[in-house]
């Protein structure tokens, strides 16, 4: 059973930085493709960032490039969502997504994720 816990979402001024951790257990998630996606009110979850575990190759939202950083610690198997210069349109609800390599379908897709994490709110006040 895999499972995904976030933590380090708050509240945080217009240029701050936050740090999210996702816990990944269950699996042995070398073979997995991981990311974050985030969601507002009314709106569909929207890819912001994505890493594949093996090799730590990355890929980011036009919308976050240059402030996010996607990374992952194997010893803790934890991913990371490192968010510097952050805006007020960075506010959301941030989901970690795990799913296999081998999945056929678009990895910047969030319906081709199988695997969740809870959320974990993120405000940037203006």
């Known amino acids: 059973q895999v499972q995904l816990v976030e933590s380090g979402g708050g509240l945080v001024q217009a240029g701050g930085s936050l740090r999210l951790s996702c816990a990944a257990s269950?699996?042995?998630?070398?073979?997995?493709?991981m990311a974050w996606f985030r969601q507002t009110p009314g709106k569909e979850r929207e890819f912001v960032a994505r890493i594949t575990w093996n090799d730590g190759i990355t890929s980011y939202a036009d919308s976050v490039k240059g402030r996010f950083t996607i990374s992952r610690d194997n010893a803790k198997n934890t991913v990371y969502l490192q968010m510097n210069s952050l805006k007020p349109e960075d506010t959301a609800v941030y989901y970690c997504?795990?799913?296999?390599?081998?999945?056929?379908?678009?990895?910047?897709?969030?319906?081709?994720?199988?695997?969740w994490g809870q959320g974990t709110q993120v405000t940037g006040s203006s």
């Open positions: 997504a795990a799913r296999p390599l081998v999945y056929s379908g678009s990895g910047y897709a969030a319906v081709n994720y199988p695997y």
């Open positions: 269950g699996r042995t998630f070398s073979s997995y493709l």
